[in-house]
């Protein structure tokens, strides 16, 4: 069997023995040991393959496992595809997939529904390895929404709280308009190319020969649908709410699988996005007002999860910066970088968590660098790297795609780019002197012990975070870019002078020492909440009421319409009903009347009938 169908296929594997273990064994113990082995070890056997596959292809190929669709002339091969962007995805969604399973095997133990747990982990797995593998957009959409429902599974794992289920029905609605994008796309792609748009090579291919309008309105549904899978303006409000499932799932959707598929999916388009530059410049603008909006929300949260999810939009709208404005190589460095430095903090909060008994409040912990000294450094290095102090790996993927703004000539982008680049500083040091720095400002119990297998990856973890950024160095130092070049995407090349770009890394670095600066000022010594008493704190504490409007606006229309159409169904339904059971009645009454057994009336009635058809025909035939 190919090793690449057998990285895809482990996934699904391990989902299919959890389950047959979770109903073949029957003591609890026994599934959980099992779940854990299994846990381990197909994650880590994809991971393997991975590197394997990296170091040993010798250049992109293609794998078809069977013939899917084939109507008329419409062909649709599952046909998986191997080339320098799918093997940088597929190599950091398998490593940190394994270290993100393993945290899990040891933050889930003892749960009730860790079986459960791992049967839908291993699917997500699986829907990502699918989506980032496929040849063509048709095969995209099924990892696509393999991921949806299984961030639906994960977000409501714990159904018993209705917060959680409302938590998960939200992602998924919101996602489906965005799926409506990149299901109308979809449509349009194969009415207008039919099977010539069933693989990238051919796409590209043919793309150029589409009108324009055409080209234009197919750019702009895919985004639609990266909008809502990414969580960028409009459709971000399920993000923060997605914080509902275990922590592990946080780490898993916003490292690993889901909101990445969304900045993957505009970079595979590049020759379609390089071709409608009008497109590209509305994707950098909501990218850049996604960044710079979360980092504001971020600034004013309490919740250590959800300022991690608010980051994470933020750091996919620079994504979606740089990609809109053809940096499209920078794009998916900063996602491999953010991969690794977001899925640590993500751990690394889950500790914190369960030290403290599932207090996740960032103002009711403190003075916890001492009791868990291996966190708060992960948590330090973590932070450093997503706020672009050098030499962590965020520096040197965040400062090419503000320089890219910068170069292309999009001040107003630049600017808020830089922004939220201060502000990012400023929220995470907030949050990393108000965890480990700052006194406790409340009793709690004595801390739970975290489990070993919950703190080796976050060491792994970490040392990407110091390092990875050795993989892309720039020219304007002296090195090669790696990466870029092993990609080779379509990228916008911005002619900038050596002196231009050291100035904007020394002015970048100066704001990411900035906003520590004020953050060790204002919480590092007395941590405050946020005054709501101010009319601007209080607005940024609710998220501009963005929620409320959602609310009032678009879903309690949607329920009451629903309800009105419900009621009228069921009323209509239900008279229809009732008025043909009051005929039977009516008509069973007259007919039985008729019943009296006399069989030369029956004899009689049948003779008329007989003879009233042959009339008829006859009539008929004489007309012909």
């Keep these: 069997m190919n090793l690449l169908i057998l990285t895809l296929l482990l996934p699904f594997v391990g989902a299919l023995l959890i389950t047959l273990g979770r109903f073949g064994l029957k003591h609890p113990s026994a599934q959980e040991r099992f779940a854990r082995f299994v846990s381990i070890l197909i994650p880590l056997s994809g991971a393997v393959l991975s590197f ?11 794998v078809t496992c069977f013939e899917w669709i084939s109507i008329g002339a419409l062909h649709s091969p599952i046909t998986l ?3 320098p962007l799918s093997s940088i995805m597929l190599l950091f969604i398998t490593l940190i997939s394994f270290l993100i399973f393993t945290y899990a095997t040891g933050y889930m133990k003892g749960d009730r529904g860790y079986s459960r747990f791992f049967i839908y982990f291993h699917l997500f797995l699986g829907s990502m390895v699918l989506l980032v593998l496929a040849d063509n957009p048709l095969v995209m959409f099924i990892g696509w929404e393999g991921v949806g429902v299984c961030s639906y599974l994960l977000i409501g794992f714990y159904m018993d709280d209705r917060a959680n289920i409302g938590a998960a029905n939200k992602a998924f609605y919101l996602n ?8 109308s796309a979809l449509a349009l792609l194969f009415a207008q190319l039919g099977s010539d748009a069933m693989s990238y090579g051919s796409l590209a291919a043919h793309i150029p020969l589409i009108d324009p309008f ?10 639609v649908g990266a909008i809502g899978k990414s969580a960028q303006i409009p459709l971000y409000v399920w993000l923060p709410d997605a914080m509902a499932g275990p922590t592990p799932v946080s780490a898993l959707i916003h490292a690993a699988t889901m909101v990445t598929a969304g900045v993957y999916m505009v970079v595979r388009f590049d020759f379609l996005y390089t071709l409608i530059p009008d497109v590209s410049l509305i994707i950098a603008i909501i990218g850049a007002s996604s960044a710079l909006l979360a980092a504001l929300f971020a600034s004013f949260e309490r919740d250590i999860k959800k300022i991690l999810a608010y980051s994470t939009m933020s750091q996919l709208g620079y994504m979606f910066a740089g990609a809109g404005l053809g940096a499209y190589s920078g794009a998916i460095f900063h996602l491999f970088n953010h991969a690794f430095f977001k899925a640590l903090l993500f751990m690394g909060a889950g500790a914190v968590i369960i030290a403290l008994h599932h207090q996740q409040n960032i103002f009711k912990m403190g003075s916890l660098r001492r009791p868990l000294p291996l966190i708060a450094l992960v948590m330090l290095i973590a932070t450093a790297s997503i706020s672009g102090v050098p030499p962590f790996s965020g520096f040197f993927s965040k400062d090419p795609l503000i320089a890219q703004a910068y170069g292309t000539g999009h001040y107003a982008i630049w600017i808020a780019l830089m922004g939220t680049a201060l502000l990012t500083s400023f929220y995470m040091f907030r949050l990393y002197f108000t965890v480990f720095i700052a006194p406790s400002r409340t009793e709690h119990p004595p801390l739970h012990h975290v489990s070993h297998s919950m703190q080796w990856p976050l060491v792994i973890l970490a040392v990407a975070a110091l390092g990875n950024g050795l993989w892309n160095l720039p020219h304007f130092i002296g090195f090669s870019p790696l990466m870029s070049d092993y990609l080779g995407m379509q990228d916008l090349k911005v002619p900038l002078l050596p002196s231009a770009e050291w100035g904007l890394s020394a002015l970048n670095t100066a704001l990411a020492l900035a906003g520590a600066a004020l953050a060790y000022r204002r919480f590092a010594s007395n941590p405050q909440e946020p005054d709501t008493q101010k009319v601007l704190v209080r607005l940024l504490v609710r998220k501009l009421y963005v929620d409320e409007f959602y609310l009032l606006l678009v879903a309690r229309p949607l329920l009451f319409l629903n309800r009105m159409v419900n009621t009228l169904t069921e009323t209509a339904l239900e ?11 009516y008509y069973s009454r007259r007919v039985e009347t008729r019943q009296d057994g006399d069989a030369n009336h029956y004899m009689m009635i049948m003779m008329l009938g007989i003879s009233s058809i042959c009339v008829y025909f006859l009539i008929v035939y004489q007309g012909t």
Aim: proline share 2%; charged share 15%.
């Design 52 to 62: 394997y596959l990296f170091f040993a292809a010798s250049g992109p190929f293609k």
């Design 81 to 83: 595809l191997y080339d």
């Design 176 to 183: 489906r308009i965005g799926d409506f994008g990149f299901v």
């Design 214 to 223: 055409y080209r234009t309105l197919i750019g702009s549904l895919l985004f």
């Design 575 to 585: 008279r229809a009903i009732q008025t043909t059971v009051a005929l039977y009645r």
